[in-house]
C-alpha cells in the first residue's frame, strides 16, 4: 500500500487518507499488519517540530489500541533519520514555558513508544542525532544502515542533552553514554551496534529486507504473549530485583492461560507447530 499523510492535528482516525501530498509531516504505509510510520520533512533532516512530535504521538496512540497493527516501524524519509529538535522553532520562542511544554511533550512520545503493546522498531539511515538519537534509544529494536551516524550534539551548543540521555542511558553501559554526551562526537553504526544502541547494522539496499525479517519473525508469534511481555519488560526495569521478579511471576501466569500459550505448550509436547 502507498504511503498516506497524517495530519498534524487531527485525530488519526478521522485523518486525511487520500494519495500522499509532499507537506504531510509524517507518513504511514501500511504492510499487511504491520504499519510503517515516516517522519517526512527531508529539507530539515526530519527535525522534530511540534506538529510532528504531536503528529507521531497521536498515531501511535491510535495504534496502540488497534489490535490488527502487530508492529510498528519508524523511519525518516529523505538522507537522514532524525536530526532532533527543530532548532529555529526553539530559537523563535525562547521562553521557559514553551520549553518546558516541548520537552514534555517529546517525553510523552517515548514513553508511549515503550507503552503501546506492539514492538515498535527504528529504521536508521544517514543520521540520528540528539532527540533523534533519544528516539533510537526509546524504540524496542532499531536496525541501522552500516553508514548511519549517532550523536547526543547538544552539548556543542552549550546545552547537555539531558532528556536524550534518559533513554540513552538505559540503552548504553554508563560510560559509553557520558562519553556520548560530555564529547558530542558521533559514533559509527558499528560502534552503536556494539555498544546496544542499535540490533544491527546492514548496506542500506538491503535495510528494509533486514528489518522484514525481523518482522517476520515477531508477528509469526502470538500477539497477547508480545504486548505482555513488552510491557513486563520495561516495568521491571525500574525495579527492584524481587518486586521485578513478583510481577514477572504473575505476568508469566497469566500468560500462560491465554489460549496461545496453552496451545503453544501442547504443540510442542505433541511435536508439531502450534496452530494459533
Known sequence: MSAQPVSGVSSPSTADRSPAAVDA???????????????NRPRAYNALSQALLEALLA???AIGADRSVRAVVLGGRGPAFCA??????????????????LFALCSRLMLV???????????VHGIATAAGCQLVAACDLALA???????VSGVNLGLFCSTPSVAL?????????MRMLLTGDFIDAATAAAQGLVNETVPLAGLDAAIEAVLARIVAKPPEAIAAGKGLFYRQLEMGTEAA?????????????EPSALEGVQAFLDKRAPRW
Open 25 to 39: 509531516l509524517l507518513m504511514r504505509e501500511d504492510r499487511g499488519a504491520v504499519t510503517w510510520l515516516w517522519l
Open 59 to 61: 498515531e501511535l496512540q
Open 84 to 101: 532532533g529538535h527543530d532548532l529555529r522553532e526553539m530559537r523563535a520562542e525562547p521562553s521557559l514555558e514553551a520549553a518546558r511544554n
Open 113 to 123: 513508544i515503550q507503552r503501546v503493546p506492539q514492538p515498535v522498531i527504528a529504521r
Open 145 to 151: 544502515a552500516d553508514d548511519a551516524r549517532f550523536a
Open 169 to 177: 542511558s538505559r540503552n548504553l553501559s554508563r560510560k559509553a553514554a
Open 245 to 257: 521478579y513478583q510481577l514477572a511471576g504473575q505476568t508469566m501466569a497469566c500468560n500462560l492461560m
